[in-house]
Nanobody, 124 residues
């Protein structure tokens, strides 16, 4: 059974940093693009960042560009999201996911496997 487990969420003040990690149970995901999405209360899930299987290509939402950095370690089956200069509007549940379909990295329907999510709360 496929499992993705996120960790690293928490409460932080505006301007602070957090590092999210996602551990995948299957080594085969080393050949897949991995992504991070988030969902705030009352809002739709939105794309945050994605990274190609090799790590050679990264993609970011405009709202996080320059503040967040996605990385991966295929030997450890992990993908991380370093979040700096956090803002209250970054508050959401963050999910990691495995992209399994061809197409836009920013579309959640191209991702078949999802973690349970980790809460990030940024206070003003």
């Amino acid at each position: 059974q496929v499992q993705l487990v996120e960790s690293g969420g928490g409460l932080v003040q505006a301007g602070g940093s957090l590092r999210l990690s996602c551990a995948a149970s299957r080594r085969t995901f080393s050949s897949n693009t991995m992504g991070w999405f988030r969902q705030a209360p009352g809002k739709e899930r939105e794309f945050v960042a994605a990274i190609s299987w090799s790590g050679g290509s990264t993609y970011y939402a405009d709202s996080v560009k320059g503040r967040f950095t996605i990385s991966r370690d295929n030997a450890r089956n992990t993908v991380c999201l370093q979040m700096n200069s956090l803002k209250p509007e970054d508050t959401a549940v963050y999910y990691c996911a495995v992209k399994t379909a061809w197409g836009d990295e920013k579309k959640d329907y191209n991702y078949a496997y999802w973690g349970q999510g980790t809460q990030v709360t940024v206070s003003s």
